[in-house]
């Protein structure tokens, strides 16, 4: 019995994802570093508590899809660098929020992540990319589905 036509690796869907993404991130790493002095993973961060203050570590290694130790040492060095605080929170949590310098940073930050989207937004037509997030929309919650899936197993 022959052997079952499949796709190399260099041909699937997820490979392909996972190396624009990878791509893109370290551009924008590049980019991040020389214009602001950030890490990917403090942009991160950054980002993300500039768009939701007063996160716990856990919810923000989640979104930032980090492990709590990686976010641990990322927020720690935001702190040395005096862009994050730390504040009490309910139950003995502790929330995290960007300072007035943190604050800055974010804003530079997130106005050049936003050129940065501009141009990928400029690739296609409004119609094609509407079609385009549609289906990484659907590709995410996929994703998740597939991911707790395998976690059952």
Excluded: C
Aim: aromatic share 6%.
């Amino acid at each position: 019995m022959g052997r079952i036509h499949q796709k190399p690796i260099s041909e699937l869907l997820s490979y392909r994802l996972s190396r624009v993404a990878g791509t893109l991130s370290r551009s924008a790493s590049v980019r991040y570093r020389r214009e602001f002095d950030v890490s990917l993973g403090e942009w991160r961060v950054i980002a993300l508590l500039g768009e939701k203050p007063g996160t716990t570590l856990n919810r923000l290694a989640r979104r930032a899809a980090l492990d709590k130790s990686q976010m641990s040492r990322v927020v720690a060095r935001l702190e040395e660098r005096g862009y994050v605080t730390r504040s009490a929170g309910a139950r003995r949590s502790t929330m995290l929020t960007l300072t007035e310098a943190g604050l800055g940073v974010y804003d530079g930050l997130i106005g050049a992540a936003n050129q940065r989207d501009q141009r990928l937004e400029s690739l296609a037509s409004p119609a094609k990319m509407r079609v385009f997030e549609e289906v990484l929309d659907a590709l995410d919650v996929f994703a998740r589905q597939m991911e707790a899936e395998e976690d059952t197993k």
